[in-house]
T-cell receptor, first 113, second 113 residues
């Protein structure tokens, strides 16, 4: 069964260090999302791609976060420098088109110490 | 300003009985609604969706009801099973606004044997 792949599953990093997460969406899915979920809250959208183009990054803290999807397939989300408040689950999701349900990966649990 | 709200943080139900999870939204532009289920340390799993042109959608034990005038939707699980114990998120999107999913804060369902 096709699924969204994310790595790493867990990451511990010291504050002020750089950290990167990788996502490989379901094959053929043009839309890719990065969400952040803080414990006890619902996921919040960070950035949405349609193919290689950014559709929405209004909630992405651009001073420290960056995301790219160069070939319109897999994607990388980077944080530099990491802060204590960045500790959360980072979820990647993909959908076939912009108006269909999104399927999530298992997420990357980030702990900043 | 939370556009999607799940006012019950937790719900406990006996096995075999009905579970009803509720969700309210404020944005009248939302026209597509989804429910996701999430186990600890995993990404959300898509359960069921409904378009605003319908008021009910059913899939096995899961039924979603939409009341557009009240801006309210609910998920019914009948009969509830212990394996249904998880956190349930409702999400909404506006198809003519990029299909960005906005999530509620989640409801933790516990189904007791």
């Amino acid at each position: 069964e096709a699924e969204v792949a994310q790595s790493p599953r867990y990451k511990i990093t010291e504050k002020s260090q750089a950290v990167a997460f990788w996502c490989d969406p379901i094959s053929g899915h043009a839309t890719l999302y990065w969400y952040r979920q803080i414990l006890g809250q619902g996921p919040e959208l960070l950035v949405q791609f349609q193919d290689e183009s950014v559709v929405d990054d209004s909630q992405l803290p651009k001073d420290r976060f960056s995301a790219e999807r160069l070939k319109g397939v897999d994607s990388t989300l980077k944080i530099q420098p990491a802060e204590l408040g960045d500790s959360a689950m980072y979820l990647c999701a993909s959908s076939l088109r912009r108006n269909t349900e999104a399927f999530f990966g298992q997420g990357t649990r980030l702990t900043v110490v | 300003d939370q556009q999607v709200k799940q006012n019950s943080p937790s719900l406990s139900v006996q096995e075999g009985r009905i579970s009803i999870l509720n969700c309210d939204y404020t944005n009248s532009m939302f026209d597509y609604f989804l429910w996701y289920k999430k186990y600890p340390a995993e990404g959300p799993t898509f359960l069921i969706s409904i378009s605003s042109i319908k008021d009910k959608n059913e899939d096995g034990r899961f039924t979603v009801f939409l009341n557009k005038s009240a801006k309210h939707l609910s998920l019914h699980i009948v009969p509830s099973q212990p394996g249904d114990s998880a956190v349930y998120f409702c999400a909404a999107s506006a198809r003519n606004a990029g299909n960005m999913l906005t999530f509620g804060g989640g409801t933790r369902l516990m189904v007791k044997p």
